[in-house]
């Protein structure tokens, strides 16, 4: 039953860090400050009920995950509230959830053989976000140009769009970086983390475009929001569990 509270009371938090990244790509450190706090109470209670193997689980998962999500975080991987966040579940849930609900035993494929649950919410993340470059190639062909022909692999990470829209749009990163030379032309690259843009880098591009170096599309990436696909691996290894293990099981066994 307390695995279930702990469900519950976890999803109104992670929905609406959902949202505040959709809106800002941010997430306040008040979420997740407002999480431990208030979640801190499962903590005291399964102390007071389970004891000192409790405890051992409770530093063994928060210092690994800690550590992990630091230098992930260090490499970029994500962002400071995807890993404050992670963090948090980490403390929060020790131990892998394991609870029936009308005779069915969750997770419905078993507990993984590494039984630290944020591990298994990272590594679906990791899986599920996997299909945003399929649904960018899918989008891209649904709006192909010959232009595209140039640059194929972009249709897995981008999209193009005209510069005169770009004061339109948000959460955009420029893929393309380009570099005016002694002669006057303009060099151009792949912006490998996706520039992004700022006040003077988007009338740049529209002198550029004006002086015919450039034509009038660019290609862009949009800023991802990882609190989404942390959120989706949340409830997938809730309700499945490890779907990378299970993926590979399956592939393996034929």
Same mark, same amino acid.
């Given at each position: 039953m307390i695995e279930i509270l702990k469900i519950l009371f976890s999803m109104p938090f992670l929905l609406y860090s959902c949202y505040s990244d959709l809106e800002s790509r941010m997430v306040s450190n008040k979420v997740w400050k407002y999480m431990l706090t208030a979640g801190s109470i499962f903590i005291f209670y399964e102390l007071f009920t389970v004891g000192i193997s409790y405890l051992i689980q409770l530093v063994f998962s928060g210092v690994i995950v800690f550590t992990v999500v630091y230098i992930l975080f260090q490499f970029g991987a994500f962002g400071g509230g995807d890993a404050k966040g992670l963090i948090v579940l980490s403390i929060l849930f020790p131990t892998y959830p394991v609870f029936k609900i009308s005779g069915e035993i969750y997770p419905l494929l078993g507990l993984p053989p590494v039984g630290l649950f944020t591990f298994t919410v990272l590594g679906n993340a990791l899986l599920l976000t996997t299909a945003v470059p399929l649904g960018m190639f899918c989008y891209n062909l649904l709006h192909f140009s010959p232009e595209m022909v140039k640059k194929p692999l972009y249709m897995f990470i981008g999209y193009r769009t005209e510069i005169s829209s770009l004061k339109n749009k948000k959460h955009l990163g420029l893929l393309e970086k380009f570099e005016l030379n002694e002669t006057g032309s303009l060099k151009r690259g792949f912006a490998r983390t996706g520039l992004n843009f700022d006040a003077d880098q988007k009338p740049e591009l529209?002198?550029? @475009?004006?002086?015919? @170096?450039?034509?009038?599309?660019?290609?862009?990436?949009?800023? @991802?929001?990882f609190m989404l696909s942390i959120t989706a691996g949340f409830i997938a290894a809730v309700i499945f569990g490890d779907l990378i293990f299970y993926t590979v099981i399956h592939l393996i066994t034929g």
């Open positions: 529209e002198e550029y @475009l004006k002086k015919g @170096l450039i034509g009038k599309d660019v290609w862009v990436t949009p800023g @991802l929001p």
